[in-house]
């Protein structure tokens, strides 16, 4: 089995993210978010998983703010993560994490929240308690944030537009 190689997300991929999301997701709704998101300009950061020149994951960030009784703070939001069903549970997904957080840490980022399986979004360092503080459309335990570095612990969290306009 070749490498993965991660790398920025090229216009040329967006039919093939399309299909990836479709297929990992069983549905339209994701491929509708990241088209959104990707039309309002919302997006901070879209890699790819790619192997032997096929891609078989994805990952997005897109900018969310916390609100708070100071100035608001900027943050990321992390979603979706997909990877082909067919190369699932082989450390894309992990991988992809790893290689993003890097590069946001990198451009200055401090705060990632995600809203997912805490057990699997926990092998990566996002952790619940983290987020308990954040009011949000979307509580529960599976909301999850990481920091790197002071950031908010609590404040309201402003997702992108194009959440609140999927149905």
Known sequence: MSAIIIRPEKPQDRDAIRA????????EAEARLVDALRNS??????LVAERNGEIRGHILFSRLVVRGSEAAFPA???????V?????RQGIGLALMEDA???????GE????????????GRAGYRHARAQGFTSVFQGTALQALAWGEAPVTGQLEYAPAFGELG
């Not at 300009?41 to 879209?46: D, K, Q």
């Not at 990321?76 to 997909?82: D, S």
């Not at 082909?84 to 699932?88: A, L, M, N």
């Open 20 to 27: 990836l999301l479709v297929q990992a997701f069983g549905g």
């Open 76 to 82: 990321v939001a992390l979603a979706p993560l997909a």
């Open 101 to 107: 957080h890097m590069r946001l840490q990198a451009a």
């Open 110 to 121: 401090r705060l990632s929240v995600v809203l997912g399986d805490p057990a699997y979004y």
């Open 84 to 88: 082909h069903p067919e190369h699932q």
């Open 41 to 46: 300009g919302a997006v901070v950061l879209s």
